[in-house]
């Protein structure tokens, strides 16, 4: 099968990400969002090891998965740190990073 | 280690061990304690320079330069500085006369200065300022000199400034700080010239190389030797900066002795003598010297005639004699100009120390017109300042005749233009005998002052209220002013100790060289000019015998017009200055040489620095270097904050955005 489909479905996947990643305000959900746009760059990664044969690309999306459970584990925890004080679930009240 | 080099090294650490005893405990010791111990560290300079003296004469005479070294401060790349005593005949000349005449100004501080508060301190203080002098006269090299030239100007500063409450005093102290400070600069600039071309700060080593390094007349040589010259003035108080000196009267008088007699204004004279190699090399420098010794000579005479402050009538007569020292060692006259410096040494500490008894009586007034008739009411007081003043103006037998009298003959032995010098040396001498006899007929002769009555009647004058002389401010008597009451001689016997001990040297000090008699300092002292071409000279019998006869008849001559002016016709010294308004203006106005040096040095770098401060640093410094960089970092910084929203999908928006660029400009180079 030739690689422009994988790499569509990549794109695709990546987009509605980014998309979800800049329009919701729920820190759960961009998160989710998050997790999309990860694997969408896994896939892509997936489908250039196969075309060149190469494992190297496979070990990196490994890696990446590895990053990417890492960051949520860190990303809830701070959810529910959120959560325990009371604090507004909705990334655009949390603003004091302001200059 | 030879006796002589532990003798060298004992003289010169005596002063400082006192003043670190002093500084450190002299508070706990009871009374006077402080002052006896000041006196006994400097009786134990003055034995071990009496030390090395003797161990000095047991030296064969090629022998007798002898270099002590401590240690190296840094001998590398070409420089050789180490901590060296040179000890030859001149230095243990000059420390006989410091450390001797340095003690028996300490002797009369004892009882002196005892009323004051800081006693203590002004011991302290006195051991410093003749370890600083010891150690310029016993620098072996350039950097130990420089060093011990610097500490002198420091330790004159903390002396004069010693009231350091009164106004007056303390910008005294700043103003003879300022223009030693000049004379250092002159000295060091001087050294460079020097060590550039000898390569060696050492002084024996630089004299030996300096005929192979320097052809005569060379001109770094000569701008060198110029530059040591102005370093020597400041320190003498030669014309043109001499003008601390007379404002440095404003210390206790125990310290105007100490500056004028035995250290600090020698140190010039010292400098030119021991110098004498490369002054030999550079006559141009050397001509300079003497025509600089001879104005000053003659300036600091008239300026004498005219004030009436009885101190710095003294402080000019000071003045005065070292333009002829001045003039003497840089006319070659080396051992002569020495002389000189000794006797003066003796006399002028006399003069000063009876000053001091006499401006004690008079309860802190110094002003010649308020004095008189003191001859009864002190009368040990009055023979002093009488021998003093006698030797002052060249009087045989006195010891300021010979010395005086060789240095003229000398210098006129030069012939060609030196003739001129010769006829104004002797127009100073007649000054000399004037100003002299002026203080002592004005003090002491005529109609008793209400003071001096109260004194012949057995009581002390006592001020109702302190105030300065100068200014007439009201002063207490604590710290930082002057002490209640200073002590009269007749009164405290180690002031009279000091006092009868230097009537006698200035008596008897001349006979040490009497022409074709005594020649004691001339062969002393010719180990160390041993290579120059200008020391033995013998003039003829009868350039002598007319000198002699000259000095005396100028010498009386003087005192014989003073008498008349000042004791015969009491009113004719008004007469006279009102004659003369215009000459009695530029004299008393001491021939306006601060007004100069006001208008042509201070006010412009006064006015260049309010230019600094008030143009350059405020527009150029705060407004376009520090004001403009940091304008531009506000402004950039306040650009970069409106960035920071705080909300988070913009940032995330920002990224991707940023991504989408990356990627497609990618994808136009692809």
């Given amino acids: ?99 | 280690m030879t006796s002589l080099k532990i003798f060298a090294w004992l003289t010169l650490l005596a002063p400082l061990a006192g003043t670190i005893a002093i500084g450190l405990l002299g508070r706990r010791l009871p009374g006077r304690g402080a002052g006896y111990l000041g006196t006994a560290a400097l009786a134990l300079s003055f034995a071990s320079a009496i030390g090395a003296l003797v161990s000095l004469q047991g030296l064969g005479e090629e022998e007798r330069q002898v270099v002590a070294v401590a240690w190296d401060y840094a001998n590398t790349v070409g420089v050789d500085a180490q901590l060296s005593l040179l000890v030859d005949p001149l230095s243990v000349f000059m420390i006989l006369v410091v450390s001797g005449v340095s003690m028996l100004i300490h002797l009369y501080s004892i009882g002196y200065l005892d009323s004051d508060r800081g006693y203590v301190r002004f011991f302290a203080y006195l051991n410093y300022f003749v370890f600083s002098m010891l150690l310029l006269v016993l620098a072996g090299n350039f950097l130990v000199l420089i060093i011990g030239w610097a500490f002198v100007g420091a330790a004159s500063y903390m002396l004069i400034s010693f009231w350091y409450r009164r106004g007056t005093a303390t910008r005294a102290g700043i103003k003879a700080f300022v223009i030693n400070v000049l004379g250092d600069v002159g000295l060091v600039l001087g050294t460079f010239f020097i060590f550039k071309h000898v390569g060696t700060l050492d002084l024996l080593g630089t004299f030996e190389r300096s005929k192979e390094a320097f052809e005569p007349g060379n001109a770094d040589l000569t701008a060198g030797c110029i530059l040591l010259l102005v370093g020597a003035c400041a320190k003498s108080a030669q014309i043109p900066l001499h003008t601390w000196l007379p404002d440095a009267m404003e210390g206790p008088t125990p310290v105007s002795a100490l500056i004028h007699a035995a250290t600090m204004v020698t140190a010039g004279v010292y400098l030119v003598a021991r110098m004498h190699p490369l002054f030999e090399l550079a006559p141009t420098a050397a001509d300079v010297g003497a025509i600089i010794g001879c104005l000053t000579l003659l300036v600091a005479g008239t300026i004498a005639i005219a004030v009436t402050d009885l101190k710095r009538v003294i402080a000019y007569s000071t003045m005065s004699q070292i333009g002829y020292m001045f003039m003497a060692v840089s006319a070659g006259a080396y051992a002569a100009g020495l002389f000189h410096l000794m006797t003066h040494a003796f006399f002028k500490a006399l003069l000063f120390m009876a000053a001091g008894s006499l401006i004690a009586a008079m309860a802190g007034q110094q002003d010649l017109d308020k004095m008189g008739g003191f001859r009864r009411a002190l009368p040990f007081t009055y023979g002093c300042f009488a021998i003093g003043g006698l030797a002052l103006a060249g009087v045989p037998p006195f010891s300021g005749f010979f010395s005086k009298d060789e240095i003229l003959l000398l210098i006129g032995d030069r012939g060609g233009w030196y003739w001129i010098l010769y006829v104004a040396g002797y127009v100073g001498a007649f000054l000399t005998g004037i100003y002299t006899f002026r203080m002592i007929f004005r003090a002491f002769f005529g109609e008793p002052v209400p003071e001096a009555r109260e004194l012949e009647q057995g009581h002390l004058h006592h001020a109702e209220v302190h105030t300065n002389p100068a200014t007439g401010e009201v002063e207490d008597t604590d710290v930082g002013f002057p002490g209640p009451d200073h002590h009269i001689a007749e009164r405290e016997p180690s002031m009279k100790l000091a006092m009868g001990t230097l009537a006698l040297l200035a008596v008897v000090g001349g006979f040490l060289q009497i022409p074709k008699v005594t020649h004691v300092i001339d062969h002393f002292l010719e180990p160390t000019f041993h290579d120059s071409a200008l020391y033995e000279r013998h003039p003829s019998d009868g350039m002598l015998a007319f000198g002699l006869a000259l000095g005396t008849v100028v010498a009386l001559a003087g005192i014989a017009i003073a008498y008349y002016v000042w004791v015969a016709n009491p009113g004719l010294s008004a007469r006279v200055r009102s004659r003369l308004a215009a000459l009695h203006t530029v004299f008393v106005n001491k021939w306006f040489f601060d007004e100069l040096i006001d208008a042509l040095v201070v006010r412009p770098s006064r006015w260049f620095g309010s230019f600094a401060q008030q143009t350059f640093e405020r527009v150029v410094v705060n407004g376009v270097l520090v004001g403009g960089t940091t304008g531009v970092v506000k402004a950039g910084s306040s650009a970069v904050r409106a960035a920071q929203t705080g909300f988070l999908r913009y940032y995330a928006a920002l990224i991707v955005l940023g991504m989408v660029v990356i990627g497609f400009y990618f994808l136009m180079a692809a």
């Fill in chain 1, 1 to 99: 099968m030739d690689i422009g489909w994988y790499l569509a479905v990549s794109a695709l996947i990546f987009t509605i990400g980014a998309a979800g990643v800049l329009t919701r305000r729920s820190p759960l959900v961009i998160l989710l969002c998050l997790e999309l746009m990860l694997n969408a760059a896994n896939l892509a990664l997936i489908a250039f090891a196969r075309m060149h044969g190469d494992p190297d690309g496979q070990i990196f999306a490994f890696i990446v998965m590895v990053v990417a459970a890492c960051e949520v584990t860190i990303g809830l925890g701070i959810i529910v740190a959120m959560h325990r004080g009371r604090l507004p679930i909705d990334v655009d009240e949390l603003r004091e990073l302001q200059g």
